[in-house]
Nanobody, 125 residues
Framework: QVQPVESGGGLVQAGGSLRLSCRIA????VGWFRQAPGKEREFVSA????????YFADSVKGRFTIARDNAKNTVYLQMNSLKPEDTAVYYC??????????????????????WGQGTQVTVSS
């Protein structure tokens, strides 16, 4: 059973930074999603199996980066210039798929077979 394991969440002031980690085998592409109270789970970012291609939601472009270290079986989501609206539970998800043309499927929750338990990120104003 593949089980992504997230870590690195916490409380930070607006404008600050956090780095989330996800332990997952290198044979999977990884997506990060987030869910704020009362809202649907939404796509944040994704990275291909070899780390060569990354994808971001418009709301985080220019502020978040994603990278992976396959020797350590870990994917990192670096979050800078955090805003109160970034407050949510962040989930790491894994898929054996290749994302389709332009990574279209990486932005779809249903494309991922395995999900972590989530880690809370709270940004205070």
């Amino acid at each position: 059973q593949v089980q992504p394991v997230e870590s690195g969440g916490g409380l930070v002031q607006a404008g600050g930074s956090l780095r989330l980690s996800c332990r997952i085998a290198s044979s999977y592409a990884v997506g990060w999603f987030r869910q704020a109270p009362g809202k649907e789970r939404e796509f944040v970012s994704a990275i291909t199996k070899n780390g060569a291609t990354t994808y971001f939601a418009d709301s985080v472009k220019g502020r978040f980066t994603i990278a992976r270290d396959n020797a350590k079986n870990t994917v990192y989501l670096q979050m800078n210039s955090l805003k109160p609206e970034d407050t949510a539970v962040y989930y790491c998800a894994a898929t054996s798929g290749d994302g389709g043309s332009d990574g279209y499927y990486y932005m779809r929750r249903a494309y991922y077979q395995f999900w972590g338990q989530g880690t809370q990120v709270t940004v205070s104003s």
